[in-house]
């Protein structure tokens, strides 16, 4: 079996240059940055919800298993 050569000077790497793979193009969004970011904003607040509905149901449960 062949050994791979994965440095960016053999002839892969000149096939990837060719083919546009080589560049950091190929994986950029159509996604304004300012929307992306909007998107991409963190928020607390859901799993907090998600938390107490989850031990409020289960003390509901409990409290009807009773």
Known sequence: MARRDYSLLG???ERAVAT?????EWCQSDI??????????????PAIR???ILFGSMAA???AGL
Request: avoid cysteine; charged fraction near 30%; proline fraction near 4%.
């Open 11 to 13: 002839l892969r790497g």
């Open 20 to 24: 546009g793979l080589a560049t950091a």
């Open 32 to 45: 304004p940055r300012k929307d992306m970011k909007a998107l991409m904003r963190r928020s607390d607040q």
């Open 50 to 52: 998600d938390t107490i």
């Open 61 to 63: 449960f409990l409290a």
